[in-house]
């Protein structure tokens, strides 16, 4: 489910439990997301349920994914018993957006998760992973963008696998455009 | 749809309102294409092997499935690291694991200690043992990569730019040296399906030096207004790793009358070797396949430029897919590489090759010099050396074989073919010859170098007859001056890439 944010005005998560896990968020996103969900009434019980009493649905895992650039979030309740084997890593955050049909112009993958770039890049605000810690070629292309500088919170959604926690994700914009060398 | 969810799991609920409502929140659903294997014209089946992937940290596990205890383990690690490595699972069962370390496919895309020298491997041992962190080693890393010339033959001065006054651009992910032909980067076809340990464009997939085009607008936009230009060469990387679905956004407004001028499509992969199923079994191989015949049969003409570096390559399934692109495709294949010390460096090699290559309806094309990059010292051959093997493999081949070029360096001012050595007037030299040049009056121009041995790149090489300097260098410098002078214009005018 994808929510254009610009499309909303701005308003309050009821649930308390959801508010505290979109408290990553910047204000005004949280704010108008919040509104979606009043226009989303199955997906705001759903979530507001999941929230509540996660231990009851231990397969379900929620993926909130809040991309910067095109101002829009992603909301998917995924089923964690089954994961799909494309694109990246099997069960991947990648691999899981690309099955619910989202192509790159929501999540970036330049080389198809081949771990081979770092457009897929995402700030993991939220949750655990599957697989916490990136290996070392993982790690060592995350600082390849200089237009986006790594942080601590950062991995490659080719790689980083879904667990069973819910994951709030946050895709970057750029910080800086660079102009190539001479 | 309900409100309520269900656990799929937790089967003992008594409510079970539609358990799986909850999976199907979702705007719209997409069905991926399933691989599928392939049957030849003689009726074999061949299987889908998916492509994946096996990095650096599984290079310890490999030797481990082999049952091998690698004494140089360590040091290939360390190697890997500064070379990218990247194989698959094909490349590793086309590997004879009985004597590996002289297996050609084995030296074509695993480190080998050698390729540093013995103190840049003890210099990162010795951080490693010392538990220096992963900033530290990364940027000793760095600095031995900084060293092997990253970035060779000027490729930077061969970006052209989009001038016009109200939005001047350059265009990263073009290169346009020669006249006829423009080279496209695209960033969807920037990685391989393993990486040469030779490769020159190494860099690129170390995430420097990126040069690449963000999709094909500023492509076509160039070539439109430069009807010179009649060749279009995609490469990267390798574009066979791009989807078909970019390949059709790439190629198919190509076929407008706008672009009548663009006769050739030229696609530089070594897919046919590290991953056949690509143009087989892969869920796009018949979408990829029939885009290549729409262009063929619209009147271009399709020319895959397959990297071959050894006959151990092309294998049954390598040479189904050569089948399949010559037949259903009706692409034709022209192979070419570069002659390296470990893997190729003997004219039986060449000749079997090129036999295998004509025997199977290819056209071989080039055989190429190393460049001076990467690690050069490990796998150059001298100039001397090369051209014994060329001549060496021609004399075994008949005249079919005889239309590689080479050994030719592809440097700065052009590509340049050793032609012969010769006693003229007393004096041993080089005849060389360019085949392609910055200018393009240079082309066909013979010239000469005093005979070197031990010479192994243009650079090492002297003017013959007491010459100061070969012919093409002043106004090579000249070109690049020229060049510099447009970029600085450019920027002060605001461009950016």
């Not at chain 1, 081949?114 to 070392?136: H, I, K, M, Y």
């Not at chain 2, 790439?250 to 143009?279: C, D, W």
């Amino acid at each position: 489910m994808i929510c254009k944010l610009n499309d909303y005005s701005e308003s309050q998560i009821e649930d308390e439990s959801l508010a505290k896990f979109l408290n990553d968020l910047p204000q005004d996103v949280r704010a108008k997301y919040a509104t979606y969900l009043d226009s989303q009434e199955q997906l705001k019980n759903a979530l507001s349920l999941y929230f509540n009493s996660p231990n009851q649905y231990q397969s379900i895992t929620p993926l909130i994914v809040f991309n910067e650039l095109s101002y829009e979030i992603v909301t998917l309740l995924l089923n964690n018993n089954e994961l799909p084997d494309e694109v990246g890593e099997e069960g991947s955050i990648l691999a899981f957006i690309r099955a619910a049909g989202y192509t790159d112009q929501f999540m970036c993958s330049d080389c198809y998760g081949q771990l081979s770039c770092s457009s897929c890049a995402v700030e993991v605000l939220q949750g655990t992973l599957e697989n916490p810690f990136p290996r070392d070629e993982e790690f060592d292309m995350l600082d390849i963008d200089e237009s986006k500088p790594p942080t601590e919170k950062t991995r490659l959604g080719c790689q980083a696998k879904v667990g069973t926690t819910p994951l709030l994700l946050k895709i970057r914009a750029p910080e800086k455009i660079i102009i190539s060398k001479v | 749809m309900s409100n309520t969810i269900i656990d799929p799991n937790q089967t003992s609920q008594t409510n079970t309102t539609d358990a799986s409502s909850i999976f199907e929140l979702s705007d719209f659903k997409i069905h991926f294409k399933k691989p599928k294997a392939w049957t030849t014209p003689l009726g074999t089946t061949i299987e889908h092997h998916a492509f994946k992937k096996l990095l650096r940290t599984d290079i310890r596990g490999i030797f481990e499935s082999k049952g091998i205890i690698d004494p140089d383990l360590d040091a290939r690690e360390i190697v890997a690291q500064v070379f990218p490595f990247k194989i698959n699972q094909h490349i590793v069962d086309q590997i004879n694991w009985q004597n590996y370390q002289e297996d050609p496919l084995f030296q074509l895309t695993f480190p080998q200690k050698e390729m540093l020298s013995e103190e840049e491997i003890n210099d990162v041992k010795a951080l490693k043992k010392a538990n220096a962190s992963r900033e530290t080693i990364a940027e000793k890393i760095s600095k031995i990569r900084t060293k092997k010339n990253p970035a060779p033959a000027n490729q930077s001065a061969n970006r052209p730019f989009i001038d016009s006054d109200d939005e001047p651009e350059f265009i990263d992910g073009l290169q346009h040296k020669y006249k006829k032909i423009v080279l496209m980067f695209h960033k969807n076809a920037q990685t391989c399906h393993a990486y040469c340990t030779y490769c020159f464009r190494f860099n690129q997939f170390v995430g420097k030096d990126k040069f690449l085009e963000e999709d094909h607008s500023r492509l076509h936009k160039y070539l439109k207004s430069h009807k010179e230009v009649s060749d279009l060469l995609m490469t990267g990387g390798d574009p066979a790793t791009m989807k078909a679905d970019v390949w059709k956004k790439v190629l198919l407004p190509l076929l407008s009358p706008e672009f009548n001028h663009i006769q050739t499509i030229r696609m530089g992969t070594k897919a046919l070797s590290y991953h056949p199923y690509r143009f087989l079994t892969d869920p796009d191989a018949d979408e990829l396949i029939g885009l290549f015949r729409k262009m063929r049969d619209s009147g271009k003409h399709v020319s895959i430029m397959g990297h071959f570096s050894h006959f151990q390559e092309m294998g049954p399934v390598t040479l189904e897919a050569i089948r399949r692109l010559r037949e259903e495709a009706g692409a034709t294949i022209r192979t070419q590489s570069p002659v390296m010390k470990h893997i190729n460096d003997s004219s039986y090699v060449w000749a079997k090759m090129w036999d295998l290559q004509v025997q199977n309806g290819m056209i071989p094309y080039y055989m190429f010099i190393a460049r001076d990059t990467g690690a050069r010292e490990y796998f150059e051959i001298p100039l001397a050396r090369a051209l014994d093997i060329y001549q060496g493999a021609r004399k075994q081949v008949s005249g079919l074989g005889h239309t590689a070029r080479g050994p030719s360096m592809s440097c700065g001012p052009g590509k340049i073919c050793i032609m012969g050595k010769e006693t003229i007037a007393g004096e041993d030299v080089f005849i060389l010859k360019f085949l392609q040049g910055r200018n393009e009056d240079w082309c066909d121009r013979v010239f000469f170098a005093k005979y070197d041995e031990k010479a192994a790149w243009i650079d090492q090489l002297q003017p013959a007859f007491g010459e100061k300097r070969f012919f093409f260098e002043e106004e090579y410098a000249h070109i690049l001056n020229e060049k510099q002078k447009k970029y600085n214009e450019m920027l002060k005018q605001g461009a950016v890439a």
